[in-house]
């Protein structure tokens, strides 16, 4: 579609324009035709379904937080005691063993119980009369259901992403002092990376996100430190 000046309606019968009509302009804008009429394509119409990102989105930013909250506190609490840097290693691999399975096996069981309550709410719904299975396929290819596979696969392998954060900040420093500020460091900002990405994602506020994943981070992390290092000077 062309859209041309006002001005270049009194181009002369031979389809010059006057001197004075030089600087007019010819516009192409792209046009779609709907139900015969033509309209303006002045945006992508390209449409994303962020409910159904939010199902695996929830798993993954969940397990990508747990993993490293986690597992970075395990290693800050055995560090509050044990100077050892073996130590603090093993107790975060253990950690990233157990806590990938458990957030494996937690996420598919949470998640396969909501998928079983919204089906069995969508056959209270219609009643299951007569041709009744053919409308509830067609009422779950259209809805937006959750998908306990994808959130137990998403869950278990973000987790071990956000694991291996503090694991791989401390495996190659001996230093005890420098090993802890190492991996508070990094920590902190895989917290803010991981909160970015998920704001990004899910087309939420960044700002907040980053900060919510950060102030939760260091606190987790701050209060396993202090309460390990307290019962071990109480030697218990």
Not at 145 to 166: D, K, R, Y
Not at 205 to 231: D, E, H, N, Q, Y
Request: with cysteine; proline share 3%; net charge positive.
């Amino acid at each position: 579609m062309v859209v041309v000046s006002p001005k270049m309606a009194n181009a002369t019968p031979n389809g010059s324009v006057p001197h004075n009509h030089v600087g007019a302009v010819l516009l192409t804008i792209p046009t779609i035709k709907i139900d015969g009429k033509q309209t303006l394509a002045t945006e992508d119409h390209t449409s994303i379904d962020y409910l159904q990102r939010a199902q695996w989105l929830r798993a993954a930013i969940l397990g990508a937080n747990d993993g490293l909250v986690s597992v970075a506190s395990l290693m800050m609490g055995v560090g509050a005691v044990k100077r050892d840097a073996k130590a603090m290693l093993l107790a975060g691999f253990a950690g990233l063993v157990a806590g990938a399975c458990g957030m494996a096996i937690g996420e598919f069981v949470a998640v396969y119980t909501q998928y079983e309550v919204e089906v069995g709410q969508m056959k209270r719904d219609m009643n299951m009369s007569v041709g009744g299975e053919r409308d509830l396929e067609m009422e779950m290819e259209r809805r937006t259901l959750p998908n306990p596979l994808q959130a137990t696969l998403a869950s278990a392998l973000c987790f071990s992403i956000g694991a291996l954060v503090p694991l791989l900040s401390a495996a190659f420093i001996e230093n005890y002092r420098t090993r802890i500020i190492v991996v508070v460091a990094m920590s902190c900002l895989a917290l803010v990376v991981f909160g970015w990405v998920g704001a990004k994602l899910g087309k939420t506020p960044k700002l907040k996100s980053c900060v919510r994943f950060l102030l939760g981070g260091c606190i987790a992390m701050s209060i396993t430190f202090g309460s390990t290092k307290l019962l071990g000077a109480s030697a218990l």
